[in-house]
């Protein structure tokens, strides 16, 4: 009957430990792995080093015992020395002389006293040998734990630079692409991997410029044609010279134009704001609110919506202009996609020396919130089909204008219907 075999024994709870240390050695810092591979090298080594020292010495004990083994130790008159002569030519102990030329044959008490000696010469051998182990196991072991320290210092110094990469790709965005790395130092793989992503960054920051100017440019080019267009829309029906059956056609068109004016103003709006800012000064936030839920205040009567405002004095740092674009556009976002008799809060406060802006209103479901920060993504089905549909620049604008004055706009949706646009703005 095969014997049992322990619990989690076997080949497969071997194969389950290897890959549990190996996951742990694999979740380790690039750094820390470095070291650990300098140590264990080293430790290598040093463990064969001191095994050919251990064993050369050794053999050479060994043969120098081979050698003390053949002699005998003899006493003389002082008794604090002992005479050590080859075994084969000790005299005799009776202090008989030999023949001259001729040695005298070992006496049985030679023979006596080179065994008490043979022991005498195991044992020193043994404690050198032992001492030697010792005293090399400690050296390797602190010399060990100083090449791990160095390990750790020589690793850390090539991965700062690398760490700079790092930190420039988490936090790049489109609106510092002029920043570099200029990475110093040896001409090594750190450094090429810091000019290629330097040379990224310029290519980058080309196609960004090229498509800003286009979408300026265009823009600009456009607000002609329509101005012709809606001034060839507008004379005839204040002339009255439009025939009644075509003036709803006459209406449909100029409401178009209004739309694509909109659309072209935000986007040129948006281009600016994608530049950053030419200059700043210091703005009242709460001061900008108060003008812009002033100016609100009769689109917001007719919709049906209430519109409330909670503000204190709040300074920020910024383009008045943009920032004024920025309140207006989140207001107006936020009657335009409400409810019936549905309200609209804004709220602008201080805390812990950061301007704090915030929108609330209420409203239909919204289950894509950040998203609508996207360029004209309008939401689901439910905001498409208002009566007053916008161009989908609306929150791109504010979240442009936010970033190039170094705050942070988020939106997250009311568990009751509605939205929550939040800009919190950097400390003076």
Wanted: hydrophobic share 45%; proline share 6%; aromatic share 4%.
């Amino acid at each position: 009957m095969p014997a049992a075999t322990a619990p989690g024994a076997g080949p497969g709870a071997v194969h389950r430990t290897v890959r549990r240390w190996l996951g742990r050695f694999t979740g380790l810092t690039l750094r820390t792995k470095l070291a650990l591979v300098y140590t264990g090298v080293f430790a290598l080594g040093g463990a064969l080093l001191l095994t050919a020292n251990y064993a050369m010495v050794s053999a050479s004990l060994e043969l120098r015992g081979v050698e003390l083994s053949m002699t005998a130790a003899l006493p003389t008159d002082d008794p604090a020395r002992t005479l050590v002569v080859p075994a084969p030519t000790v005299p005799a102990p009776t202090g008989e002389r030999a023949p001259a030329g001729e040695s005298a044959p070992a006496t049985d008490w030679a023979a006596t006293e080179a065994e008490p000696l043979a022991l005498l010469v195991d044992d020193y051998q043994t404690g050198v040998l032992s001492d030697l182990l010792v005293n090399s196991a400690l050296i390797l072991a602190g010399v060990t734990l100083l090449a791990a320290l160095a390990g750790w210092v020589i690793a850390g110094g090539p991965l700062r630079r690398l760490h700079r990469v790092t930190d420039a790709a988490r936090t790049l965005s489109e609106h510092d692409l002029h920043s570099r790395l200029d990475l110093r130092g040896p001409e090594d793989e750190f450094r090429e991997l810091g000019d290629t992503f330097d040379g990224m960054l310029s290519r980058l920051e080309r196609a960004f410029d090229s498509q800003r100017r286009f979408v300026s440019n265009a823009s600009h080019e456009l607000r002609t044609p329509l101005s012709v267009q809606r001034a060839a829309l507008e004379v005839p029906l204040a002339q009255d010279r439009v025939p009644e059956d075509l003036r709803p056609a006459f209406r449909r068109a100029l409401d178009s134009v209004a739309r694509s004016e909109a659309l072209i103003n935000g986007l040129l709006l948006l281009a600016r704001s994608d530049r950053g800012l030419a200059r700043t000064e210091v703005v009242d936030l709460a001061a900008v609110a108060v003008n812009v839920v002033g100016q609100q205040a009769g689109a917001a009567e007719e919709e049906g919506v209430d519109l409330r405002l909670d503000v204190e004095p709040a300074p920020a740092d910024g383009d008045p202009v943009l920032l004024e674009h920025l309140v207006r556009n989140l207001v107006e976002n936020a009657v335009r996609y409400n409810a019936d008799d549905g309200w609209v809060e804004v709220r602008v406060r201080t805390a812990a020396g950061r301007t704090v802006l915030r929108v609330t209103n209420s409203g239909p479901e919204v289950g894509d919130a950040e998203e609508l920060f996207e360029p004209f993504h309008r939401g689901d089905a439910v905001r498409l089909h208002r009566s007053r549909p916008g161009s989908g620049l609306g929150l791109s604008i504010v979240r442009s204008i936010a970033t190039a004055h170094g705050a942070r706009a988020t939106a997250r949706a009311r568990p009751d219907g509605g939205l929550v646009v939040t800009v919190g703005f950097p400390e003076l």
